[in-house]
């Protein structure tokens, strides 16, 4: 008996062993970024497999460079019956532009066009063309009921916040469907499932904004959350010597220059997370504190143009890095 009862024990440890170790990862490229899917645990491929094909699903709708997407035939003037995801990202992103005074602005779009961040054509614009822009931005509206959407003026980009969105969303139906340990990058954005199999909290890396791909500022450590960073050395062109970036500053036309070089937004929902990072970063250091201040929804690590780290409240105990500075409530 005693034997069997060891015999049983032994052969539990080696089950729970293999399980512990079972893992699957996937790297594809899509919303215009290099993704990368792991999971832990029973069942991990055919879990990494859904993610994959749910990533294709979303890019397929938001996309605004595909012109059959949901969101293409709703910039083009058609008014569209919106699948449930292209629902919730737009009735969020509406209500995150009143919430952030319009640094967020899902309506930018024909401004990014205007500077070329969506085709790689990059050109300072006349000031005449970003008056005129802007006008549009301002003006453009979008009615959405019961599903169905119209743009009056107006033309949307989820730029800014579908890879959070779709990290969310990933992490939810993973829930569902069982998983307990997961680890989705999509490109600059974290969504992390559970904790790590070893029960340990994650390591998230702040990136060295002056430093290469592999060098970072700083490091977080965290549970099941999205960490999500915006930066202004994401995606930029200089000319005559001046760097342009990717973030437009909704106020002016212009590429944000706010003084800050990346926002980190930790926050649980990740479509907040990567809408925040963009707006904070218009906002610069002093309006992302008050904004900070002002809910209890995220936290921040600001980085500023002159080098210096600043971290919110919540974070002071997670985050490890050289020197930085608490901005408390
Ligand atoms: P990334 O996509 O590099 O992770 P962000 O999440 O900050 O960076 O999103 C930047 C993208 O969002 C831009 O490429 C553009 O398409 C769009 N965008 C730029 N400025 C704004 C803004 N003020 N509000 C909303 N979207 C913006
Ligand atoms: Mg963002």
Redesign the pocket.
């Known amino acids: 008996m005693r034997r069997y009862t060891a015999l049983l024990l032994l052969l539990s440890l080696l089950f729970l062993c293999g399980c512990g170790q079972k893992k699957a990862a996937e790297t594809v490229f899509a ?3 290099v993704m990368e899917l792991t999971v832990w645990g029973s069942d991990a491929g055919n879990h990494v497999k859904a993610a994959v094909e749910r990533i294709r699903e979303l890019e397929a709708a938001l996309s ?1 460079t595909r012109a059959d997407s949901e969101l293409a035939r709703l910039n083009a003037g058609e008014t569209v019956a919106l699948s449930a995801d292209t629902e919730s990202l737009l009735e969020r ?1 509406l209500a995150l ?1 009143e919430e952030t005074g ?8 024909p ?2 066009k205007l500077w070329g ?2 085709t790689g054509e990059y050109r300072v614009p006349a000031e005449t063309e970003i008056a005129e822009m802007l006008a549009k931005v301002r003006t453009g509206t979008v009615e959405l009921e019961d599903g169905m959407a119209a743009a009056h003026g107006a033309e949307l ?8 969105y779709a990290g969310a969303v990933l992490a939810r139906e993973m829930k569902a469907a069982g998983v307990e340990s997961a680890l989705l990058q999509l ?3 974290v969504q992390t499932v559970g904790l790590k199999p070893d029960s340990s909290r994650w390591r998230v890396g702040i990136r060295d904004p002056w430093g290469g791909e592999d060098s970072y500022l700083g490091v977080l450590e965290v549970g099941e959350t999205a960490v ?4 202004g050395y ?2 930029y062109f200089e000319e005559a010597g001046t760097r342009y970036c ?5 106020a002016t036309g212009y ?2 220059s706010s003084g800050l070089a990346s926002v980190t937004i930790v926050a649980e929902d990740g479509f907040l997370a ?2 925040l ?3 904070l ?2 906002m610069g250091l002093d309006a992302a504190a008050e904004f900070w201040r002002s809910r209890d929804d995220f936290e921040a690590v600001l980085v500023t143009d002159n080098g210096r780290i600043y971290v919110t409240g919540g974070l002071r105990d997670c985050f490890a890095c050289e020197e930085f500075q608490v901005i408390e409530r």
């Open positions: 919303m215009d970024t605004v992103s532009r319009g640094a967020f602005d899902p309506m930018i779009y401004l990014v961040f969506t980009d989820f730029g800014a916040v579908a890879k959070g490109g600059g954005n999500v960073t915006s930066g994401q995606r990717h973030i437009l500053d909704p590429p944000a990567d809408g990072s963009t707006a970063y218009v």
